[in-house]
């Protein structure tokens, strides 16, 4: 798959000639750049940049397979080097302050630092109460979500952040267009994944694990990681046949040093066994099943 860079401009809400607004006693930081879009191999990602000079912050929601996660990146120009377990973030200022899913300090290339978080951009309430797996995805099968997550999305203009210097609150414009845009990154992405992609949209279940806590304590922190106390952050995508076995490992983005990347695959293909995904029609076929290893001490 080509690696490839879309500028998303007016049709998504293009940059703002005035970089840095006041509001109360925050900063209100406008966009500096338009939305692009990053189809990589192994994932799609959002990006936006907002501010200039002294202040200044960087925004990316990446998602790795069709659904509702949005492993997102905050980071600041006057974020420490630590993490905070104080940053809090907030879609919108009526809404509620949440606690980051994550909570993994992040340094730039550039420079800025911050953290990488999870926050939940779709709710789906009734959800909670299906604890059966074949209900909830019949539940997903039979509900729009590409369109439940536009519509939610448009109500969206603003993320705000504490814990990472100053308060700010990053002006986003609408937000609609640019998931919608996510969402055809990530469609196009699973043609690449040797999946029969329109039998996976009504899936009667997931590749599961059947082992999944036992497996979970399989999973080994290198050595060498641990001695110098270095945290990490795994997304691994595991191909699953029709039988359930295990046909592939593949690192998504990674994030952190080579020794977390090796023992994560290797782990987990000697962790985990697997019930097959089955079709609308209850028929195995072969699939794929994502999880993310985060090692902290």
Known sequence: MDFRWLALGIALGGSTASPLLAADD??????????????????????????????????????????????????????????????????????????????????????LKGAIVEPPLVELPELEAIEDDAE????????????????????????????????????LGKLEAP????????????????????????????????????????LDYPPRMAREGMPGLVNVRLAIDETGKITGCSIQMPLSDPAFEESSCDDIQHAFDFDPALDKDGKPIASYWITRVVFRL
């Open 26 to 111: 925050r900063l209100a930081l406008a966009p500096s750049s338009p939305w692009t879009i990053d189809y990589a191999a192994d994932s799609c990602a959002l990006r936006r940049t907002f501010g200039s000079g002294k202040e200044q912050a960087f925004l990316e929601m990446r998602r790795f397979a069709p659904g509702w996660g949005l492993q997102t990146t905050i980071a600041s120009s006057r974020a420490g080097a630590r993490f905070d377990r104080n940053v809090r973030y907030r879609f919108t200022d009526d809404a509620e302050w949440q606690y980051p899913g994550l909570g993994l300090a992040v340094t730039l290339d550039n420079g």
């Open 136 to 171: 909830r995805a019949a539940y997903f099968s039979a509900i729009d979500f590409r369109a439940i997550e536009r519509q939610q999305a448009a109500a969206i203009d603003s993320l705000s952040v504490r814990g990472l210097g100053r308060e700010f609150t990053l002006q």
């Open 179 to 218: 998931i919608g845009a996510l969402q055809d990154c990530v469609d196009e992405l699973t043609t690449h994944w040797n999946i029969d992609v329109e039998a996976h949209k009504t899936l009667t279940r997931k590749a599961t694990p059947v082992n999944w806590r036992a497996g979970s304590r399989m």
